[in-house]
């Protein structure tokens, strides 16, 4: 018996992989090849295409495509119907096929519904992209990165909460983690796990 839940709708091909205590809901095709991690939660309608990899405990909306290239790291949250794309200049009549570039999504990002992400990019950790934002070129770890084509208005605490900075410092008032800023990037103050 399978430590995993796949609905009755749903479509999981032989050669895919699937952790232990993760959700394939309704009308999703997990296809050969895609590997899902633990405590994973794909909502309707969710295609998972061959040479993806999901992390742990990640949560794919409803509507969302998964293609080829893209990699989501642990605890990586993609919003309902956003967009992930392998291929820069597509044409139909034209295989693009061996083009493909690679996305990564770092440990604990969050993709708002209906942002679109070109392929070719990293999100840093724990970025947080606004609903519609369309990601043309890497983000920051902990940036809020809004609009078309999206730029940084701000920090966000590992937690979710937008942070305020002052003399290039934050201490996030929901969870106490502290930060710093320099040359444009932002960085834990004191990481947990960091010999002291």
């Known amino acids: 018996m399978a430590d995993f839940f796949v609905h ?12 232990a205590g993760s959700k394939v809901w309704h009308f999703c095709h997990v296809m050969a090849g895609a590997v899902i ?26 509507n969302v495509s998964i293609y080829e290239g893209v990699t ?5 949250f993609c919003g309902p119907s956003c967009v992930f794309t392998n291929v820069s200049n597509p044409r139909s009549h034209v295989s693009r096929k061996h083009e493909y570039r690679p996305t990564l999504v770092r440990r604990g990002t ?4 209906n942002a679109t992400i070109v392929c070719g990019v990293t999100l840093g950790e724990y970025a947080f ?14 940036a809020l990165m809004v609009g078309v084509p999206a ?8 937690c979710g909460e937008r942070l305020q900075l002052r003399d290039r410092q934050a201490t996030c008032g929901a969870c106490g983690t502290a930060y710093r800023e320099e040359q444009g990037a932002l ?10």
């Open 187 to 196: 960085s834990l103050v004191d990481p947990p796990g960091r010999d002291r």
């Open 72 to 76: 989501l790291e642990d605890d990586v």
């Open 8 to 19: 009755e709708s749903s479509y999981v091909d032989d050669g895919a992989v699937i952790g």
């Open 37 to 62: 991690g633990e405590r994973c939660n794909l909502g309707q309608n969710v295609v998972v295409m061959p040479g993806t990899r999901l992390g742990n405990n990640v949560k794919v909306q409803n």
């Open 129 to 142: 992209i606004g609903a519609g934002a369309v990601v043309t070129s890497d983000v920051p770890a902990f």
């Open 151 to 158: 730029r940084r208005v701000g920090w966000m605490c590992r």
């Open 110 to 113: 969050s993709i708002g519904a």
